[in-house]
């Protein structure tokens, strides 16, 4: 990736629970609130070195 626009993270509840431009970046919590196990929505915007836009979408599960 050339740069990355955004990377977000939603709760089930559509509220977004992170957003920065490191896909790690997350530790699991809101306001410093542990988030509650389950699954969660992620998205990710960026442009690849040959200037194509780079979106994709997906889930991930959050295991306490």
Do not use: C, H
Request: charged share 20%; net charge positive.
């Amino acid at each position: 990736m050339k740069q990355v626009y955004y990377f977000r993270i939603f709760n089930r509840l559509g509220q977004l629970v992170y957003e920065g431009l490191n896909a790690g970046g997350w530790d699991g919590r809101l306001g410093g609130i542990d988030q509650p196990a389950g699954t969660y929505v992620w998205m990710i915007s960026g442009e690849d070195y040959n200037g194509n836009a780079y979106r994709k979408k997906g889930s991930l599960q959050l295991i306490r």
